[in-house]
């Protein structure tokens, strides 16, 4: 873990980075006192900071005299491209693939060494793990999703997962580094990777990879289910493969929606572009 910069050699931007980032899935409601210790910050310069952010919209006051990231915050995020591209083209497809399986389906991407869950559709009222609900980070090695994600990942990504260590959830987590190479490549070659309880147990995971334009693999698609559904199923193999058909079917027509989004707006931009060389 990195020690704090003193806040005296800290531009605001970096300290007001620094209260925003002393949130995590484990911290969504801190107090100031918090918010200083976590960003190594001082309570009277985190104090100013949080107010600030609050009057914007970035925070918000919770009981307790306690702060959440605001909804300002979460809307400035869905600009991003990568997520509002990917989410775009992946929701219509997302809600078939529900009716169909009668599973959770979730939409990921890699950001370093972590998954972040961009959007989920449950089956129930509430997710069945807060790392596959919106906005929620979800280890590599332990998930289906993050295996696909892997897939694509580079070496100082593998690195990185490596130093870390690869944390067991559950009994059932993979933790040797050679068993995950062996997993991920055997989930690129069969094109969808499968956790069995690893990081929830009793939870099965099935998830494909999403490509843009160029080929190039941008996401993951999953779908979420219960063990207990295929505990009496005679060939629980058979069951996953039966969920990996529409999984797959899925995958194919989110990465072309997103490929023709992708080439839509490259030619809009285009266009433009040569409009205003002409004026």
Known sequence: MSIPTPASDRSVVERTLSVLGAFDTGNVRLTVSEISRRSGIPVATAYRIVAKLLSWGALERAEHNRYTIGLRLWEIALLAPRHSDLRSAAVPHMFELRAMTRSAVLLSVRDGNEGICLESVSVTARPLHRSWSRGHRFPLHATACGRVLLAAADDLTWEEIHTLGLGPHTPRTVTDPGVLRGLV?????????????????????????????????VGAVGLVTDRDRTAHDRDRTAHVHDLARPLLTAAGRISRSLALRTRTEGQHHSSTDNQRSRT
Do not use: H, I, S
């Open 185 to 217: 490549e055997q989930g690129r070659r069969q094109g969808f990777a499968v956790c069995d309880g690893e990081l929830l147990d009793g939870v099965v995971e099935v998830a494909a990879p999403l490509y843009d334009a160029d080929g190039t693999a």
